[in-house]
């Protein structure tokens, strides 16, 4: 039985990929390294992210890295934007008594500030930025809420995000409107398929009616 589900953000709850695009190749000129399109970033972009930076030419640390991304993240002027769907599930699983959770690598701060701004953090139990090894955060959202792992889902858009999951043993979702294409998520063999969001209220509703 589900009973928690935790979020990636950026390109699964936020629709941000242009900004997050932008950032990352305004990181990657100031440090030296190349400038790709959208398409390329699209293809070739990964996470942990400091293998992407060193593949593009950039020889900073992480720390710098990070500096300068957070930079020009405090200074992006695109616009971003929840998912369409994303508060009408966040309603439903509230409404279901599930634990709702956010691990993200985007900064602490900047997903705290976004989701306030949303007007999401009431649906949220637990948000846990600057998570480059989501497992532990995973992991600690077990803890926290004396759950099972196969009682939690972890919804991400990200070929890494199947791959954390997998390793805490909770059932995996990949999202197919964020950053990694369906080829991409696909052989990653992920439990659960969403083509958008609100797909998930299926298998929430699925598991009441094998209970009744």
């Given at each position: 039985?589900?009973?928690?589900?935790?979020?990636?953000?950026?390109?699964?709850?936020s629709?941000?990929?242009?900004?997050?695009?932008s950032?990352?190749m305004?990181t990657?000129?100031?440090?030296?390294?190349?400038?790709?399109?959208?398409?390329?970033?699209?293809r070739?972009?990964?996470?942990p992210?400091?293998?992407?930076?060193r593949?593009?030419g950039?020889?900073?640390?992480?720390?710098?890295?990070n500096r300068?991304?957070?930079y020009y993240?405090?200074r992006?002027?695109?616009?971003v934007?929840?998912?369409p769907?994303?508060?009408?599930?966040?309603?439903?699983l509230?409404?279901?008594?599930i634990?709702v959770?956010?691990?993200?690598?985007?900064p602490g701060?900047?997903?705290?500030a976004?989701?306030?701004?949303?007007?999401?953090?009431?649906?949220?139990?637990?948000?846990?930025g600057?998570?480059?090894?989501?497992?532990?955060?995973?992991?600690?959202?077990l803890r926290l809420?004396k759950?099972k792992?196969?009682?939690v889902?972890?919804?991400g858009?990200?070929?890494?995000d199947?791959?954390?999951g997998?390793k805490?043993?909770v059932i995996?979702?990949a999202?197919?409107r964020?950053?990694?294409?369906?080829s991409?998520?696909?052989?990653?063999?992920?439990?659960?398929?969403l083509?958008?969001l609100?797909s998930?209220?299926?298998?929430?509703?699925?598991?009441?009616?094998?209970?009744r």
């Amino acid at each position: 039985m589900i009973k928690g589900v935790i979020f990636d953000w950026n390109g699964t709850l936020s629709d941000d990929i242009p900004r997050v695009f932008s950032v990352a190749m305004k990181t990657s000129e100031r440090l030296g390294g190349r400038v790709l399109s959208l398409a390329e970033y699209r293809r070739l972009v990964r996470n942990p992210y400091m293998p992407f930076y060193r593949d593009l030419g950039c020889t900073a640390s992480k720390k710098e890295t990070n500096r300068w991304y957070q930079y020009y993240l405090n200074r992006s002027k695109i616009p971003v934007r929840l998912f369409p769907d994303a508060v009408k599930l966040l309603k439903f699983l509230k409404s279901h008594g599930i634990i709702v959770g956010i691990v993200s690598s985007h900064p602490g701060y900047a997903l705290r500030a976004e989701a306030k701004t949303y007007g999401i953090s009431r649906y949220l139990d637990f948000m846990k930025g600057d998570a480059h090894a989501k497992r532990y955060h995973i992991a600690m959202f077990l803890r926290l809420y004396k759950l099972k792992p196969k009682e939690v889902v972890f919804i991400g858009d990200m070929a890494n995000d199947i791959e954390e999951g997998r390793k805490c043993g909770v059932i995996t979702a990949a999202y197919l409107r964020g950053v990694d294409s369906k080829s991409k998520l696909v052989p990653q063999k992920p439990d659960i398929i969403l083509p958008t969001l609100l797909s998930l209220k299926k298998h929430v509703s699925k598991q009441e009616k094998n209970m009744r």
